[in-house]
């Protein structure tokens, strides 16, 4: 199994900039890939960015050229930083890492998802 918690979230101004940190523990030697998503108010969930275990990143386009994912393998750390944030970035932010189980069926583990909110 594989634990995550996120670290960073609060409030900051259109425009302004936040860091999301996640620090991953349990058996991480078998995750697979990592990402950030993330659920507004009254919304479904979205993925936001990832890294594949091929090392491929990814972004959700309306965060592209904003955002960017980082991952430190020797401190089993994960971040996000997120640059000219907009009112529509508010939401509650969850990292995610996926792991193979003796099934060999991908099981996707999360943290307890942080408070993100972009208002002046």
């Known amino acids: 199994q594989v634990q995550l918690v996120e670290s960073g979230g609060g409030l900051v101004q259109p425009g302004g900039s936040l860091r999301l940190s996640c620090v991953i523990s349990g058996n991480t030697a078998d995750i697979n890939g990592v990402g950030w998503h993330r659920q507004a108010e009254g919304k479904q969930r979205e993925l936001v960015a990832s890294?594949?275990?091929?090392?491929?990143?990814h972004y959700s386009d309306s965060v592209k050229g904003r955002f960017t994912i980082s991952r430190d393998y020797a401190k089993n750390t994960m971040d996000l930083q997120m640059s000219s944030l907009k009112p529509e970035d508010t939401a509650v932010y969850y990292c995610?890492?996926?792991?193979?189980?003796?099934?060999?069926?991908?099981?996707?583990?999360w943290g307890q998802g942080i408070q993100v909110t972009v208002s002046s």
């Open positions: 890294i594949s275990s091929g090392g491929n990143y």
């Open positions: 995610y890492a996926t792991v193979y189980g003796r099934d060999g069926l991908l099981d996707t583990y």
